[in-house]
């Protein structure tokens, strides 16, 4: 988001708000309802899409959605952040059921649920400090186009009448706020395209068109694959790499609502929270799920929800509709949907990040960060891939750029007798190669001293490289002596020195 529209938003609404003081107040109470109304509108289409992709009957997936939905609602990190079945998850989870049967999804879901509840007690979700601002932009640039573009099909091609409903909807969603606040936008664009689809009696693309929409739900799934080695070598890659993307969006989601609403949220409860809804999720025969970004948009920004009410809201209307008003919601005209989440798309791409100003004023590793996180994610259509590509690169141009700003500063003593090296800089596997050429090993006196009062030992190639470096000078006869040693690096060079070769 820029930061234009992140201070307009801050300034209409009230960010920290508590449960408690949503129920004690009606305004309150009925701006989060009505934004999970919108949100459970929103989460409809997409969830059934993923369970074709996934091979997994729609309904199942919905009521899995409700699950989620309700269980993070309760035990999640992050207030109005929403949770439900996932496209991210639904393409790693795809390939193991098409190969090896539904039977197989309740095993490898409740164990990406076990592994994402260990994340969190053992606080390695804390690893999302070392993801670079610049990868965070080039994730929510990436995640614009990918909503953007999901939408296009059912918009692109389609009958004039299409092309109005959807004018219509941009025109409510946009337009409205101005005059009227009380109502989500959203909430009105959907009633009024989708009354009047029904009044012309012309037949539009619909929800229903997604995927069956039969009332009821589904039963419990029971467990029809034996627990042996041969199962758990099926389930534990496909669990694996749900737990890893599934924790990877939906951290980054938090961190991006924490951005919007300038309120913390808390990593670890998210991650264990997480793992309990997919472990509940799993026995509803329904993909693993996680943070949906595109519907936590909608619930945050054009719903403008700030607590917990709003996504408890989100999963009962979510329940309501799946189970005793599913022909009312099969009837929903897809385009109306498409509309508002283009809406979101172009509201979630940060451009002041693709201002030519800003490029200009960037350094190039950023901006290639930037381009190579969104580039990768949009061609895989795979965020977390996206994001792990941009962290790697990154952390890659970090240990470049470092590795050449260490400085060897030579002092010969007066009678010649002695060098001095006082060595400034960080010192690690990237630099140390680099610390080999600031030394003149065949014309120094036979004393010589490191002195590294300005430096630190970060790891292994240090030693090896300081090891290396008395060895040369041993060569020519002369004595090293390393000094300036701080606690740490003194234990570390000590415990390492002349065992590493």
């Given at each position: 988001m820029n930061?234009?529209?992140?201070?307009a938003t801050t300034a209409v609404v009230e960010n920290d708000v508590s449960v408690g003081r949503v129920l004690r107040s009606p305004a309150?109470?009925?701006?989060?309802?009505?934004?999970?109304?919108?949100?459970?509108?929103?989460?409809?289409?997409?969830?059934?899409?993923?369970?074709?992709?996934?091979?997994?009957?729609?309904?199942?997936?919905?009521?899995a959605s409700v699950v989620l939905c309700l269980t993070l609602s309760l035990l999640g990190g992050r207030p109005a952040m929403v949770t439900a079945a996932a496209?991210?998850?639904?393409?790693?989870?795809?390939?193991?059921?098409?190969?090896?049967?539904?039977?197989?999804?309740?095993?490898?879901?409740?164990?990406?649920?076990?592994?994402?509840?260990?994340?969190?007690?053992?606080?390695?979700?804390?690893?999302?400090?070392?993801?670079?601002?610049?990868?965070?932009?080039?994730?929510?640039?990436?995640?614009?186009?990918?909503?953007?573009?999901a939408q296009v099909p059912h918009v692109w091609g389609q009958s004039p009448l299409v092309w109005a409903l959807f004018?219509?909807?941009l025109a409510i969603v946009l337009l409205l706020p101005r005059v009227l606040k009380s109502v989500p936008s959203p909430l009105v664009a959907i009633v009024v395209v989708t009354a009047v689809a029904l009044a012309m009696g012309y037949r539009v693309p619909t929800v229903g068109d997604e995927g069956p929409m039969s009332a009821g739900l589904p039963d419990f799934t029971a467990l029809t694959v034996p627990l042996n080695w041969q199962t758990l070598s099926i389930v534990w890659p496909?669990?694996?790499?749900?737990?890893f993307v599934g924790l990877m969006e939906s951290l980054l989601t938090a961190k991006l609502v924490d951005d919007l609403t300038d309120t913390p949220s808390s990593k670890r409860r998210e991650s264990w929270g997480l793992g309990i809804g997919n472990i509940l999720a799993g026995f509803y025969g329904g993909i693993a799920g996680c943070a949906m970004i595109g519907q936590t948009i909608v619930n945050v920004e054009l719903g403008k929800a700030r607590s917990r009410v709003s996504t408890v809201a989100a999963a009962l209307v979510l329940l309501l509709l799946v189970t005793g008003l599913s022909?009312?919601?099969?009837?929903?005209?897809?385009?109306?949907?498409?509309?508002?989440?283009?809406?979101?798309?172009?509201?979630?791409?940060?451009?002041?990040?693709?201002?030519?100003?800003?490029?200009?004023?960037?350094?190039?590793?950023?901006?290639?960060?930037?381009?190579?996180?969104?580039?990768?994610?949009?061609?895989?259509?795979n965020l977390a891939l996206g994001v792990l590509a941009g962290v790697v690169v990154a952390m890659m141009l970090f240990a470049r750029r470092v590795a050449h700003v260490i400085h060897a500063e030579r002092t010969l003593s007066e009678d010649g007798q002695s060098v001095r090296y006082d060595v400034r800089g960080p010192l690690f596997f990237a630099s140390s190669n680099d610390l080999f050429e600031h030394f003149d090993y065949a014309h120094d006196p036979k004393s010589v001293t490191i002195d590294l009062t300005h430096a630190q030992i970060w790891d292994a190639s240090t030693v090896a490289a300081l090891d290396g470096i008395e060895y040369r000078y041993q060569r020519h006869g002369a004595s090293v002596t390393i000094e300036g040693l701080d606690m740490r690096s003194s234990d570390f060079h000590r415990r390492l020195s002349g065992n590493l070769s």
């Open positions: 930061q234009q529209h992140d201070v309150l109470l009925t701006r989060e309802c009505l934004a999970g109304v919108i949100t459970a509108l929103a989460l409809i289409p997409e969830v059934i899409s993923f369970s074709v992709i996934a091979g997994v009957d729609p309904k199942v997936s919905l009521v496209g991210s998850v639904a393409l790693v989870i795809g390939p193991m059921v098409h190969v090896h049967g539904v039977a197989y999804i309740l095993p490898a879901v409740v164990m990406a649920g076990i592994i994402q509840i260990l994340f969190g007690v053992t606080g390695m979700s804390r690893a999302m400090r070392y993801i670079p601002r610049s990868v965070m932009i080039g994730f929510v640039n990436a995640l614009g186009v990918l909503i953007f573009f004018t219509v909807t496909t669990a694996l790499s749900v737990a022909h009312i919601m099969a009837q929903i005209p897809m385009v109306v949907l498409a509309g508002i989440m283009m809406i979101v798309a172009v509201k979630t791409v940060n451009w002041h990040s693709l201002q030519p100003a800003t490029l200009k004023r960037m350094p190039w590793s950023e901006t290639l960060v930037m381009l190579l996180t969104v580039g990768i994610t949009v061609l895989t259509s």
